[in-house]
């Protein structure tokens, strides 16, 4: 890796070469490009016939072979190959690109050809440069293999990983699939508030701001539940946002302080119908997506196809994890988990379901009926025949949680009480009093539904963490300049 001596160096150098472009009275940084092709187009475009003009940016190795110069040329479609020809271009534009570099942006017009490798070239017969980059990319031209810097420096992740690139390009595609699927099926896509004068509508710790017009604390959103759900009410019958989430928790390989959530909300459903909406929804945008409802994650071979397995969370807890839960804790300290005096019975059940039933979760299952006292079913409604638990499922591929549902709360008496009973836990959502007026107004059956998308990202396209697939992730700062 470069010293900053090095890269100082480097930088003088391009620097130079910008300098002396200008005095030749180039324009290093034009406002207009003239593209007609992207390299994937030119490349099918070969046998054409036609000329083509390709932009994009140097990725390789600037070779000289006399008078003749070969590189490649990137954009978001790929790469092409340039050739430069002396007896082509003549002497002074030939001469010119001794002041071209690896990693410059170009825009290169000539017709096409095959070398004697049998590679598509572009013959250049007119050039320009689009932009001078006055720093290298990384490497020497053979990627970005600091996993540290690739986050904090996406830019060159993307120029030089092309697997990088695909990622966020298959994430950009799944969203748009998702809404496909979601507008086909009648739901209506919504905004609601960032800024929330109240949080709630999931299990976390918020961020907190302060509106200097308003003179108001605010809290950047856990959920979007809350606020659909009173879109529920004013009869707006599916609905569904696709949005930033903010908890203020830790970081690890599934969890970002900022995140992107799929939430959907249908009256007259119920968290079976979910159930089947999801089994449907997720092999279906694999198959939009990736031509496929096959994956591969970490070695697994996973079929998206439903039906996906229905697992009791108690039976899981039981037959999975060999829980006695007529023992709690003391059956949870003899399979190793260091219970801290102060959790709840519902805190212990969900250390449990994390550390020994989740990560066995390999095929498509969702586990369902959940105590009440588990963490996070605040807004959910209890099972008529067994109070005692309440009609919802995560759904776990992979070895961890995609989604969280719920057959919701409608009854604005359970609901006040619930929110009550939850005063003292810093993650438990506050009291919501508008919330609640909303529910008084009746709200019907509904089934709602929250889907993680990083982790259906990294699910998608076999990801070990959440950093891969999201752009900017938030890391620890390094420097002041960070």
């Known amino acids: 890796m470069e010293n900053e001596q090095e890269q100082q160096e480097h930088y003088r150098v391009r620097l130079g070469k910008l300098e002396e472009l200008e005095r030749r009275g180039v324009d290093a940084f034009p406002v207009h490009a003239s593209r007609t092709h992207t390299a994937a187009e030119a490349l099918a475009a070969f046998g054409t016939g036609l000329e083509v003009a390709v932009d994009g940016r140097i990725v390789t190795q600037i070779k000289r072979f006399g008078k003749l110069i070969f590189c490649h040329l990137q954009d978001v479609t790929g790469r092409i190959q340039l050739a ?6 003549g002497a002074d534009c030939f001469q010119m690109l001794e002041l071209i570099d690896t990693g410059d942006i170009l825009e290169a017009r000539g017709p096409l050809f095959k070398t004697k490798t049998g590679e598509i070239t572009v013959e250049v017969r007119a050039y320009r440069l689009l932009a001078k980059a006055l720093r290298p990319l990384p490497e020497k031209w053979h990627g970005l293999t600091d996993t540290e810097k690739r986050y904090r420096q996406r830019y060159l992740d993307l120029i030089t990983n092309e697997d990088a690139r695909r990622t966020f390009i298959v994430r950009s595609k799944v969203v748009s699939a998702i809404r496909r699927f979601l507008d086909a099926r009648g739901f209506l896509e919504v905004e609601t508030p960032v800024l929330q004068p109240i949080y709630g509508g999931a299990y976390a710790r918020p961020f907190v701001t302060h509106h200097n017009a308003l003179d108001r604390q605010l809290y950047l959103r856990i959920a979007f539940e809350l606020y659909l759900k009173r879109l529920i009410v004013g009869g707006l019958d599916k609905v569904y946002e696709i949005g930033r989430d903010f908890r203020n928790e830790g970081i690890d390989r599934l969890h970002n302080p900022e995140f992107t959530m799929l939430e959907t909300y249908e009256a007259y459903a119920d968290y079976r119908d979910v159930m089947a909406m999801v089994e449907e929804m997720i092999p279906t945008v694999a198959q939009d997506v990736l031509g496929k409802t096959t994956i591969t994650f970490k070695g697994h071979e996973i079929d998206l196809r439903p039906p996906w397995r229905r697992l009791p969370l108690v039976k899981a807890l039981e037959d999975v994890a060999g829980v006695d839960l007529a023992d709690l804790p003391g059956s949870a300290a003899r399979l190793g988990l260091p219970v801290v005096a102060d959790w709840s019975r519902g805190k212990i059940l969900d250390e ?8 066995k979760l390999i095929e498509p299952t969702f586990l369902i009926d959940y105590p009440i006292e588990f963490p996070g079913s605040l807004l959910a409604k209890r099972k008529p025949e067994n109070p005692e638990l309440v009609e919802r499922f995560e759904g776990y591929v992979g070895g961890f949680e995609i989604c969280n549902a719920f057959s919701e709360l409608n009854d604005p008496r359970d609901q006040r009480a619930r929110f009550l009973d939850q005063r003292g836990d810093e993650e438990a959502s506050p009291m919501d009093e ?6 008084e107004h009746g709200m019907p059956p509904c089934g709602g539904l929250g889907i993680g998308i990083d982790r259906l990202l990294m699910l998608l396209t076999d990801k070990p963490t959440i950093r891969e697939v999201i ?10 300049a960070e």
């Open 434 to 439: 508008d919330y609640v007026l909303a529910l």
């Open 84 to 89: 430069f020809k002396y007896d082509v271009l």
């Open 352 to 359: 449990l379901v994390s550390n020994f039933v989740e990560p």
């Open 471 to 480: 752009l900017f992730p938030q890391l620890r700062t390094t420097s002041a």
